[in-house]
């Protein structure tokens, strides 16, 4: 596989459960990131991590916790989460460096519905 | 007020027809991404801009640094250009929000 996967491509859940969202890059990439695009608002920067290391954290709830074992893979644990959480939720790489000053590669997203 | 600002929200153009988007912004910025967005929520870099002008194909993108405002040609278009548009500021601030994106332009391209 080339480029930025993200697994499941769709999630419904319920505001107890817990469920966790994976993405992987085969690109070689030094960077990735979180990104949350509700319904009608702009897209939201959540988690950066840069070289394996979180720098920045946009003040996210704590039910939505990252975690990035290696370069390659990103996951996005959810629990207790709340209906105006249902939104599509993109993972993405760069080579790495400041935010922003590099190209982004975009996954194709987990849209997720709270129930 | 927004700090990035696009316009038009909606267009819908012949195919064919030269399209023009635009961004306007009212912080400093270090850098401007153009992305495209089609249906289904997969995204794709177009161009990143920190002066002057960028050429991919039938795109092309200008910035304005002074005046804050940079816009998104397509020549030619195509249905194939239908997507949403959307603009990405990297700011100067050192905060968490230094990446700042536009609502996004809805771009149909019809036959």
Known sequence: ETGVTQTP?????????????KCEQHLGHNAMYWYKQSAKKP????????????????????????????SSHLFLHLHTLQPEDSAL??????????????????????????L | KNEVEQSPQNLTAQEGEFITINCSYSVGISALHWL??????????????????????????????QEKHSSLHITASHPRDSAVYICAVVSLKTSYDKVIFGPGTSLSVIP
């Open chain 1, 9 to 21: 491509r769709h999630l419904v859940m319920g505001m107890t459960n817990k469920k966790s969202l």
């Open chain 1, 43 to 70: 897209l939201e920067l959540m988690f950066v991590y840069n070289f394996k290391e979180q720098t920045e954290n946009n003040s996210v709830p704590s039910r939505f916790s990252p975690e990035c074992p290696n």
């Open chain 1, 89 to 114: 939720y993109l993972c993405a790489s760069s080579q790495g460096g400041a935010v922003g000053t590099d190209t982004q590669y975009f996954g194709p997203g987990t849209r997720l519905t709270v």
């Open chain 2, 36 to 65: 495209q967005q089609h249906p289904g929520g997969g995204i794709v870099s177009l161009f990143m801009l920190s002066s002057g002008k960028k050429k991919h194909g039938r795109l092309i993108a200008t910035i304005n640094i």
